[in-house]
C-alpha cells in the first residue's frame, strides 16, 4: 500500500467514558500513534471529548471527526453511530475500522477488527435496564459475527464469547489491556505524599479499593470482612474510591451498622491524576469484584508495585496472577477476612508477592498489546485479500 494505513475508531468510549472502557480506549490510541507513527487514525465519536480526557487524545495523528450539529438524544446518537458513522468512515478513506467497545457500525463494509470487554450484561441481568440489555446483546452479537477479528481482553472474556455467541476460537485474539503511563513504580515524591495525604485527610496505613460503588463490585462483603478483622488490623484504616450513588450511601449505612464508620473512608469522584498517588501511600489494594471483563484497577496497582487482594475468579485470576497477587474467594466473607489478615501482618507475604510482579506484568506491557493489536489490523486487511 503507497500511502499510510488509515484506521477508523469508535470513539463513544475515548471521549466520554471515565471507567476501564474509555481508559483502555484512550490508552490504545496513544500507545498505537507512539508505535506506529506511520498510521493516521479517526477518532468518531457523537459527543465531543469531555475536558478532563481531552488531554489524553491530543495526538498529532489522530483526528476527530463529530456530527455536523449537536445530538440531543441517545437515539439520534444511536443512529449517527450505527448509520452515520460508518459512511463517514468510508467518505475519508479508511481502511479498516476498529470498534473499541463491542460495536461495529451497520454501514462500514470494509475490513474490520472489534474490542469485547465483557458480557457482562448477560452475567448480571439485574444490573441493567432491559432496553439496555436488548441494545448491547444486539450490537455485540452483530459485531461479533461481522468482524473479521475479535481482540478480547482476556480468556475469561474470549470463553465467554465462545460460549455465549458460539464465536469459533480461532477469530479471537486474546490481547490485555495496559495500564495509563502515569502508573509507575517509581517513589512518590515526599512532597507530593503529604500534600495527598492532607488533601483527602488520609490515615498513614490503610487498606485502598477503587471501582465504581456498584453490586457487583461487591464492597459489601468486603466491609463485613474488614469489620471481622479490624480489631487485629486497628492500625489499617480502609478506604473506598468511587463515585457519588445510591449503593455508596447503602455502603455508608452499612459500616456504621458494622461498626466501623470511624475506620472507612469514602472517596468520590477522585480526579484520574491522584490515583497513582493514592495507590503508593496505601499497604495494599483490595479489588473483590465477583466477575469482570479484565478488572484494570489490579494492573493499576500492580503497575505501581503495590501487592493486591483480589478475586480467584473470571479475569481477576489472569490480571492479579497467582504468583504477584494473593487470591481469594470474592462470595466467602471469611477467605477475604483472612486475606486482609495476611497482607496487612504478614510482611513476608507481601514480599513474596511484590517480587513476583515485574515479570507478571510484563505481559501487559504496552508494546506487548500493541503488537497484538496491529497484527490484529494486519490478519483483518489479509483475510479480505484473499476473499
Keep these: 500500500m503507497n500511502r499510510a494505513l488509515t484506521v477508523a475508531f469508535d470513539g463513544k468510549r475515548a471521549t466520554t467514558n471515565a471507567t476501564g472502557l474509555g481508559w483502555h480506549s484512550r490508552t490504545l490510541l496513544r500507545t498505537l500513534a507512539r508505535s506506529h507513527p506511520e498510521l493516521e487514525l479517526l477518532l ?4 465531543p471529548t469531555q475536558p478532563a480526557f481531552e488531554q489524553y ?3 498529532p495523528s489522530l483526528q476527530a471527526i463529530l456530527p455536523s450539529e ?3 438524544n441517545p437515539l439520534s446518537r444511536y443512529l449517527w453511530r450505527s448509520r452515520r458513522m460508518g459512511r463517514l468512515a468510508h467518505h475519508h478513506g479508511a481502511d479498516l475500522f476498529h470498534g ?3 460495536m461495529l457500525p451497520e454501514t462500514w463494509k470494509g475490513p474490520s477488527v472489534v474490542t469485547f470487554h465483557d458480557l457482562l450484561y448477560l452475567h448480571f441481568e439485574g444490573d441493567y435496564p432491559l432496553w439496555d440489555r436488548r441494545y448491547y446483546h444486539r450490537t455485540a452479537s452483530r459485531a461479533a459475527e461481522r468482524a473479521d477479528v475479535i481482540l478480547s481482553v482476556s480468556e475469561a472474556t474470549a470463553n465467554d464469547l465462545v460460549h455465549h455467541y458460539q464465536v469459533p476460537r480461532e477469530k479471537i485474539v486474546v490481547s490485555y489491556q495496559s495500564a495509563a503511563e502515569i502508573f509507575t513504580s517509581d517513589s512518590i515524591h515526599p512532597a507530593e505524599a503529604q500534600h495527598l495525604k492532607s488533601l483527602y485527610e488520609l490515615p ?4 485502598l479499593s477503587v471501582g465504581s460503588f456498584n453490586k457487583r463490585k461487591n464492597h459489601r462483603r468486603l466491609l463485613t470482612a474488614y469489620a471481622e478483622v479490624v480489631r487485629d488490623i486497628e492500625d489499617h484504616q480502609l478506604v473506598l474510591v468511587g463515585g457519588a450513588c445510591r449503593e455508596q450511601e447503602a455502603l455508608s449505612d452499612l459500616a456504621r451498622k458494622l461498626g466501623v464508620q470511624d ?11 491522584d490515583s497513582p498517588g493514592l495507590i503508593k501511600l496505601s499497604s495494599f489494594v483490595a479489588y473483590l469484584s465477583l ?3 479484565f478488572g484494570l484497577p489490579v494492573l493499576e496497582a500492580l503497575s505501581c508495585a503495590k501487592p493486591v487482594l483480589t478475586s480467584n475468579t473470571s479475569s481477576l485470576r489472569e490480571v492479579g496472577g497467582e504468583a504477584s497477587s494473593l487470591l481469594v474467594d470474592p462470595t466467602d466473607v471469611e477467605d477475604i477476612a483472612q486475606g486482609l489478615l495476611k497482607l496487612s501482618r504478614d510482611g513476608s507475604c507481601k514480599q513474596r508477592l511484590q517480587a513476583a510482579i515485574p515479570a ?3 505481559k501487559f506491557s504496552s508494546h506487548r498489546v500493541i503488537e497484538r493489536v496491529y497484527g490484529a489490523y494486519q490478519r483483518a486487511l489479509s483475510s479480505r485479500v484473499a476473499t
Design 360 to 362: 507478571h506484568i510484563e
Design 263 to 273: 475506620q472507612v473512608t469514602f472517596l468520590l469522584d477522585v480526579p484520574f491524576r
Design 44 to 47: 468518531f465519536s457523537p459527543k
Design 204 to 207: 498513614d496505613a490503610f487498606i
Design 100 to 102: 473499541l467497545s463491542a
Design 70 to 72: 449537536r445530538l440531543r
Design 291 to 293: 466477575k469482570e471483563g
Design 57 to 59: 487524545l491530543q495526538i
